[in-house]
């Protein structure tokens, strides 16, 4: 699509794509931190969300539809700001500093301590020498 000129088809795939990935690591991460009761994940997001979220929830239950697990498919565009960084709502701050600050730190590298050889092989080597003598 990029290559045929097709730019604003191919920036909302993407925009889709991303936004799709970004609900599905809100809620794993959540489900992780939290639990599987959708109201302690729900506690975590800001009210205005959470209110979107639940009205959507009840509107698909009203019309016998199922109810998908992932709360965040729910979510506006817009509403991620407010619960994912600070500047918002105060659970915006929180969120950023217990869990997002954390998971978008630059990858870990090893130390010069990671590359010894780890106490566990070490010993497993006396062991085996025990034996064998």
Known sequence: MFASGEYYQAAERTSKLNEHKLKGFLFNIYRLLYG??????????????????LDNVSKDAAKDFSIAKNEFENANRTDYKHFMIPGGEPIGSENWSEVFRRTSQTPYTASATDSQTPSHTSSHKQERSMVYS
């Open 36 to 53: 599987e009761d959708r109201s302690s994940r729900l506690a975590r997001v800001d009210k205005n969300t959470r209110q979107y979220i």
